[in-house]
Structure formats: structure tokens, C-alpha cells
């Protein structure tokens, strides 16, 4: 593995452990799941759920694409800098997904 790479997923993996951000959303979104499951479906439930899927998928598209973007070339980069094009990536996957099922 290049020391660049390797430099950087050591880095990640030590800010993620010192955060715990990523155990913290994976156990508030576990939580919110079971409550909707075992609760009598409410409003919030029936209305908003749709939402909040799209939101934390399209989220984890973009991290997933933003990872790749800023790990993958050994040179060093800015978060900022990279953004742009993985949201830009995300939403020509997505829009490209929909017409694809409308052919």
C-alpha cells in the first residue's frame, strides 16, 4: 500500500475513533428504525421515513464518492475541493438511474 494511502487511513481511522461519529449515527439510526418498527406507525413515520432514506443514502453516496476522490490520487488535497465532484457524481448517477428505468 502506497505510504500516502496508508498515512491517510490511519489518520481517518483515528479521527473516527476519537469522534466515535460514525458509532454515534449507525446507533441513532438503528434506535430511530426499531422505534418506527415497533411503534403504532405515526405521522412522522409514515410521512417523513421516505425522506430521511433518501437523505442518509444520498449522504453515504456522496461519502462513499468523496473517500474515493480524496484517498485514491497520491497527492494531497482539501476536503473542499473535492466535494463538488462527488455531489456532482452522486446526482448525475442519480438522475442517469431514473431515465435509465424510464427507457
Avoid at 7 to 32: G, K
Avoid at 48 to 56: D, N
Wanted: one cysteine or more; a positive charge; charged letters at 10%.
Amino acid at each position: 500500500m502506497p505510504v500516502g494511502i496508508k498515512h491517510a487511513l490511519i489518520e481517518t481511522y483515528e479521527d473516527v475513533a476519537r469522534n466515535h461519529t460514525s458509532q454515534m449515527a449507525a446507533a441513532l439510526s438503528y434506535c430511530f428504525v426499531l422505534w418506527c418498527h415497533f411503534s403504532q406507525p405515526s405521522f412522522f413515520c409514515r410521512r417523513l421515513w421516505p425522506y430521511i432514506h433518501w437523505s442518509v443514502a444520498v449522504g453515504f453516496s456522496v461519502l462513499a464518492v468523496e473517500t474515493l476522490y480524496f484517498l485514491a490520487p497520491n497527492v494531497k488535497q482539501r476536503l473542499r475541493a473535492t466535494l463538488p465532484g462527488a455531489i456532482l457524481a452522486v446526482s448525475c448517477w442519480i438522475a442517469l438511474s431514473y431515465l435509465l428505468g424510464l427507457y
